[in-house]
């Protein structure tokens, strides 16, 4: 059955969400995806699966834009038809459950197909001059998980951990990236307890080819631990403290801080990442209990802000 080209021309106006949708749909590589995720989609399914790859795999993908859990997907079907035109599911006809959802992302985790994507979706942007590996800057960000112990084992997560950032205690896991020194775009993502220390973590966000790696003030001595790759230069910033105590009159100290300002240009561009996920897609709580779960969730989310950032060049490459 051919499928009608996607319109979601809905109202005479656009709302911003609409505009979203539509840019989306341009730039997400679904042939690409599709044929990834084919492989393990029937597996096991005995008989034609009810919902075809497509409309699940944009389910999926509106749940991580718009911050849905499995029940809120389902009921969101229901009351906003933007949302079925989408995932080109056909009016009077059956929609997706909370059930079938958690299964297609539980097929998704089991393969570690998250992973899979981002790495699709990065090969597709490098081969269109967008990634290019040359340079590597490194982050982390705190994501919090619930402290509440309203749950059957009355416990919290033990995969989350405190910790401190200023003054503020926080509770939840860290993120760690990897991001092209150049474009910003995420190559590489851990994810850990959130009293893991940023330097513990900064060697592995490398990805083998660039000889320049940046971090901020917590990764000092990152080029000492066991596992620093010799061939890489490390441009570490400067603690806060000991740039504060820097005389701007004396020529020395003002070429220090100049070089300062540099680095700390470059290493900006790893933060557009994080205000993505964060702001853009509302990732700002973790959804499932454990590292495994979410890791895979980081993943996906970092693949989707990777062709958000680069939206407008994509489309202009399509034009």
Not at 206 to 224: M, P, R, S
Request: aromatic share 8%.
């Amino acid at each position: 059955m051919i499928q009608a080209p996607l319109n979601l021309d809905l109202l005479s106006k656009k709302t911003r969400k609409q505009i979203f949708l539509e840019d989306m749909e341009r730039v997400v590589p679904w042939v690409d995806l599709e044929a990834l995720i084919a492989p393990y989609y029937c597996e096991g399914i005995k008989g034609r699966p009810p919902f075809s790859l497509q409309t699940m795999l944009r389910t999926h993908f509106l749940q991580q834009w718009f911050t849905l859990s499995d029940p809120a997907m389902a009921e969101a079907f229901v009351d906003v038809p933007l949302y079925r035109q989408f995932a080109q599911i056909e009016e009077f006809t059956r929609l997706p459950d909370e059930s079938t959802i958690l299964r297609f992302r539980h097929r998704l985790e089991k393969h570690k197909l998250a992973e899979k994507i981002l790495d699709t979706v990065n090969s597709i942007l490098e081969s269109k001059g967008l990634l290019l590996k040359h340079g590597t800057v490194v982050d982390a960000t705190l994501i919090a998980a619930p402290s509440s112990t309203k749950n059957k084992d009355h416990a919290r997560d033990p995969e989350m951990h405190s910790s401190k950032k200023g003054e503020q205690m926080y509770f939840g896991m860290k993120a760690h990236i990897g991001a092209d020194a150049e474009s910003g775009l995420v190559h590489t993502v851990r994810a850990t307890s959130g009293n893991v220390h940023d330097v513990v973590e900064g060697n592995s966000l490398l990805h083998g080819a660039e000889k320049l790696a940046f971090g901020d003030a917590g990764y000092q001595g990152i080029e000492k631990r066991p596992d620093a790759k010799p061939d890489v230069t490390w441009h570490i910033a400067m603690r806060p403290g000991k740039r504060r105590a820097l005389n701007k009159d004396n020529e020395a100290d003002a070429l220090i801080d100049k070089a300062e300002k540099l680095k700390a240009g470059i290493r900006a561009k790893v933060e557009h990442p994080f205000r993505v996920i964060k702001r853009q897609f509302g990732f700002v709580k973790v959804r499932y209990r454990g590292l495994k779960k979410n890791t895979q969730q980081l993943f996906t989310l970092f693949a989707l802000s990777n062709l958000w950032m680069v939206r407008g060049k994509l489309m202009e490459m399509q034009a």
